[in-house]
T-cell receptor
Framework: DQQVKQNSPSLSVQEGRISILNCDYTNSMFDYFLWYKKYPAEGPTFLISISSIKDKNEDGRFTVFLNKSAKHLSLHIVPSQPGDSAVYFCAARNTGNQFYFGTGTSLTVIP | EAGVVQSPRYKIIEKKQPVAFWCNPISGHNTLYWYLQNLGQGPELLIRYENEEAVDDSQLPKDRFSAERLKGVDSTLKIQPAELGDSAVYLC??????????????FGPGTRLTVL
């Protein structure tokens, strides 16, 4: 049973435009959410996180939005750059400190 | 600061053979994770250590998988015997504090296992 879902396997965006990556979850006990970025042949790298008590967290070009009532979070990248091309994983943590990952969205930023 | 180190990076074995993966976490990190990542999927937790204690091994297939973290530093994950379905990337991650709920996990590059 997939508790964290990323329904878009891939996304293509023009350089300079906004990239929006989406993630849905089913477990209301998740209290912390993270986004990881992964390049080929490397492990995931932490990008940004948000606590369940917040609805927005911003770090430079990256902003994560959390809608608890909809059990939905999104990652906005603006402006998108070719170096942002990677696979992005959404992850959620429950109160037992267990992490669950989505299946990833492959982002391609077209120069 | 050195990141999480894993070896080997790639391993090809025949089914029914044993295999072992090694992980050296970031210096000073008390929590260590082993994840399994199948193609097109996200990482799935196999086992989590806080220092040398396995605090969550509920997803570890104990009939063929074993892990240890002696002295609370390096860790080894073993599969014996390997099956075709074990072909995947095995990721190790670490985070600074035992039970640190706000801590970020730092991942190693993974070991890609192919079972023929």
């Amino acid at each position: 049973d997939q508790q964290v879902k990323q329904n878009s396997p891939s996304l293509s965006v023009q350089e300079g435009r906004i990239s929006i990556l989406n993630c849905d979850y089913t477990n209301s006990m998740f209290d912390y959410f993270l986004w990881y970025k992964k390049y080929p042949a490397e492990g995931p790298t932490f990008l940004i996180s948000i606590s369940s008590i917040k609805d927005k967290n911003e770090d430079g070009r990256f902003t994560v939005f959390l809608n608890k009532s909809a059990k939905h979070l999104s990652l906005h990248i603006v402006p998108s750059q070719p170096g942002d091309s990677a696979v992005y994983f959404c992850a959620a943590r429950n109160t037992g400190n267990q992490f669950y990952f989505g299946t990833g969205t492959s982002l391609t930023v077209i120069p | 600061e050195a990141g999480v180190v894993q070896s080997p990076r790639y391993k090809i074995i025949e089914k029914k053979q044993p295999v072992a993966f090694w992980c050296n976490p970031i210096s000073g990190h008390n929590t260590l994770y082993w994840y399994l990542q199948n193609l097109g999927q996200g990482p799935e937790l196999l086992i989590r250590y806080e220092n040398e204690e396995a605090v969550d091994d509920s997803q570890l297939p104990k009939d063929r998988f074993s892990a240890e973290r002696l002295k609370g530093v390096d860790s080894t994950l073993k599969i014996q015997p390997a099956e075709l379905g074990d072909s995947a990337v095995y990721l190790c991650a670490s985070s600074p504090r035992a039970g640190g709920r706000g801590d970020t996990q730092y991942f190693g590059p993974g070991t890609r296992l192919t079972v023929l």
